[in-house]
């Protein structure tokens, strides 16, 4: 079991890389698509910037604050999505009877299906987030230190870890209902779009959800909250973004124990 564990980052790698020589065949069209995925993503962030040529703060934060937010809940995402978003496909493999290639291969099925189809074109959008995440630093009221600055470097990994967390449960949850690609996408591209604000704006029952059901505020909330001195909500006491790290193994193992389930589960579609 060790010695799978220790491989799988090597195998990991050379499925990747054989789809990135295929993306790379055709440079023209690579940076097309890159510059193409940055500009939609951007998007979100001018409507942040339009929303604040009118008023000064928004649940308490101001603009360059909103940035950070917004910064980090991108990033994660889509660090999450170039290394595990490929595994939404899983269900469409399980219908058309695909997905059997996965377990006659000598490398664990869940490498096969997150490094499936790996697009490069997706680092579009955690280096349009590096680039807010600039712009605000340069703005930022913060008293950097080195607990700060390592927080948030630890809250971005660990938060793409949920995210790639979630992205395997959803994956694991196809094995029931083949169909059910919609609703992973709810809790990651829907998530980032809710991580990407405050949560002092939506409701009560929203805010406990996403700390306690699906813990989309570890993935950048209350590690920001933590960042820029902000009380957490709830009651909830402002160190709560220091359990981003232990939040993140608690869904790794959800989503190893999932995935595993869902594996016993399967049937192969015959022949």
Known sequence: MVERVLRAPGQYWMLIVMWIRSSMAYPLSFVLMLVSSMLTTVL????????????SSFGGFSLPEMALLYATASMTLGLADLCTGSVERVGQRIRTGTFDGYLIRPVPALLQAAADGFAL??????????????????????????????????????????????????????????DSAELANSLTYGGQTLAQYPLAVFGKEIVRAVTFVVPIAFVNYYPVLF?????????????????????AVVMVALASLAWRSGLRRYRSTGS
């Open 121 to 178: 074109r997706r680092v579009g959008r955690p280096l349009q987030a590096l680039i807010v995440m600039g712009f605000a630093f340069r703005w930022l009221d913060v008293d950097w230190t080195v607990a700060r600055g390592i927080m948030l470097v630890v809250s971005v990994i660990a938060g793409s870890v949920i995210f790639g967390s979630i992205f395997v449960l959803g994956a694991a949850f196809q094995f029931v209902s083949m």
């Open 227 to 247: 960042v820029l001195g902000k009380p957490a909500p709830l009651g909830l006491p402002s160190w709560i973004g220091l359990l981003s790290p232990l939040v």
């Open 44 to 55: 979100d962030f001018v409507a942040v910037v339009l929303m604040f040529s009118h008023i």
